[in-house]
């Protein structure tokens, strides 16, 4: 819910954050606007990516780093969680492919995301944006970088053939 956020959140008297988040979260799931999709592995959930419209991301706007690029109207993919156990076997590469599809059939014409450029490998846990490489073979192309780790790619959507 982090990016869906702008300013200071207001979490009700006795309510501790994370709690407040994870309601948001289900209210948001309940409303018919999927806020992600999930992955699995043997029928069990092995990944989750957050994506939607660039508008539904609050925080990005305000961001000096991750502030729109133009006015095309483009999806976002804001981040990746992949269980411990689950690492290390294509499942934040297949949860990318099936959210560019998904996207795709939802009327989106480019994916937009904001994945992690280091030249050594990053913590597998602070590494819920992507890697950069990762995005490269999937066919997205750099379009801004406003910070050195920090580039902006995007995927056109248009003819792209998703399996």
Do not use: N
Request: net charge positive; hydrophobic share 40%; charged share 25%.
């Amino acid at each position: 819910m982090y990016y869906r956020e702008s300013g200071v959140v207001r979490v009700p008297a006795g309510v501790r954050p994370s709690d407040y988040r994870k309601q948001q979260l289900r209210d948001l799931a309940a409303s018919g606007t999927p806020p992600g999709l999930l992955g699995y592995l043997g029928g069990v959930p092995a990944g989750w990516v957050s994506l939607g419209p660039r508008s539904a991301f609050l925080k990005l706007a305000r961001s000096p780093v991750l502030k729109p690029v133009d006015d095309k109207p483009v999806w976002s993919l804001v981040c990746f969680v992949v269980a411990g156990s689950c690492r290390h076997r294509g499942v934040a590469e297949a949860l990318l492919h099936g959210a560019a599809a998904y996207a795709l059939e939802h009327g989106a014409e480019i994916l937009e995301a904001y994945p992690v450029d280091k030249p050594e490998p990053g913590r597998d846990e602070f590494m819920w944006f992507g890697s950069k490489s990762m995005y490269d073979r999937a066919g997205f192309v750099e379009v801004a970088r406003r910070r050195p780790e920090r580039p902006i790619v995007r995927l056109e959507l248009a003819g792209v053939r998703h399996e």
